[in-house]
């Protein structure tokens, strides 16, 4: 028997649409994160980008269970010595809600080569309207 490895003219991808709100963050991330690798599908190689594109609209309508909105600290360092700041979620969601789901997605996907092509399928959006309605997204319920 041989292992099945899909060509790139072998990929097909869909679109998919994932409504955020009242959703919690973790289960949501986890989800996209499947889709965005492949795992859903049954050609799905670690080795190889096979995955769909994610729509995620209503970004800031996401949920955080307990008191994450105060105590989930995001940091950022600029390179130099002293110089890292931090956030909570509750100010991140103020400025850049979307970054909030993408830093989630990003968390799941495997830290490796693929990482960045597959962020790249993830568009999210803070209002229910996206701009990708010619590729015929499909609803996805997670």
Do not use: C
């Amino acid at each position: 028997m041989n292992t099945y490895s899909p060509k790139a003219g072998e990929i097909k991808r869909e679109w998919h649409v994932v409504d955020a709100e009242g959703k919690v963050l973790g289960r949501l991330a986890t989800r996209i994160a499947e889709i965005l690798m492949g795992k859903h599908k049954p050609t799905f190689v670690p080795h190889i980008d096979v995955g769909d594109f994610v729509i995620v609209t209503n970004a800031d309508k996401v949920v955080l269970t307990g008191a994450k909105w105060s105590d989930k600290q995001y940091y950022h360092h600029s390179g130099y010595p002293g110089g890292i700041s931090s956030r909570n979620a509750e100010k991140v969601k103020e400025k850049f809600p979307e970054r909030i789901i993408e830093h989630a997605v990003r968390g799941m996907l495997p830290n490796n080569k693929l990482r960045d092509r597959r962020m790249r399928k993830l568009k999210v959006y803070t209002t229910s309207d996206h701009p990708h309605e010619a590729q015929g997204p499909k609803k996805l319920e997670i």
